[in-house]
């Protein structure tokens, strides 16, 4: 079956200017989960999703970071005034719920010049 | 809020020895999961360990978790070069947040 899909896979974009990365999650899964990875690191939580409303998003870094799930399934994480330090990899999972794995998306990678 | 550390941040092995991780929360963990990631790849999920004091077997690969679930290791028996990649550990609080440990990038020479 089609697993979690995120769009789009590369994104360049000038300092100052706003995006979008969407996140297309497996079909019935409810949890829905944005992370970052700088090179080197592991994924950094930004914020999770239950549904439509987002149960935690005590990850993300400032105000500039928005993210929403509408209809509770595909997501959109909205990142205003980009910054050279927000250049990374935006990982989207989804899972079940519980305790279920998450599924991971192949990644935005966002580079901000 | 929750940290989880690995150690060693690196690896290298021979082809044929043993590695092993070896992760730290500084808080108690609900359950904690092993996910491996491949050069250019994503996370990919392992196994899962909920009970204090499991321990889990997959062929080659061998997971605990601590008595008191704030620690955990993976170890791997006679490395081969499939086994190249970052492997994390992530633990849940008492919550839904899943927070990933730092990573150990393993290298097998062949």
């Known amino acids: 079956g089609a697993g979690v899909s995120q769009t789009p896979s590369n994104k360049v974009t000038e300092k100052g200017k706003y995006v979008e990365l969407r996140c297309d999650p497996i079909s019935g899964h409810t949890a829905l989960y944005w992370y970052r990875q700088s090179l080197g690191q592991g994924p950094e939580f930004l914020i999770y999703?239950?549904?439509?409303?987002?149960?935690?998003d005590s990850g993300l870094p400032n105000d500039r970071f928005f993210a929403v799930r509408p209809e509770g399934s595909v997501s959109t994480l909205k990142i205003q005034r980009t910054e050279r330090g927000d250049s990374a990899v935006y990982l989207c999972a989804s899972r079940q719920g519980g305790d279920s794995p998450l599924h991971f998306g192949n990644g935005t990678r966002l580079t901000v010049t | 809020g929750q940290q989880v550390m690995q150690i060693p941040q690196y690896q290298h092995v021979q082809e044929g020895e043993d590695f092993t991780t070896y992760c730290n929360s500084s808080t108690t963990l609900s359950n904690i999961q092993w996910y491996k990631q491949r050069p250019g790849g994503h996370p990919v999920f392992l196994i899962q360990?909920?009970?204090?004091?499991e321990v889990k077997k997959q062929k080659r690969l061998t997971f605990q978790f601590g008595e008191a679930k704030k620690n955990s290791s993976l170890h791997i028996t006679a490395t081969q070069t499939t086994d190249v990649g970052t492997y994390f550990c992530a633990g849940r609080g008492g919550y839904q947040k899943v927070t990933f440990g730092t990573g150990t990038k393993l290298q097998v020479i062949p």
């Open positions: 999703f239950q549904g439509t409303g987002a149960a935690d």
């Open positions: 360990l909920v009970k204090s004091g």
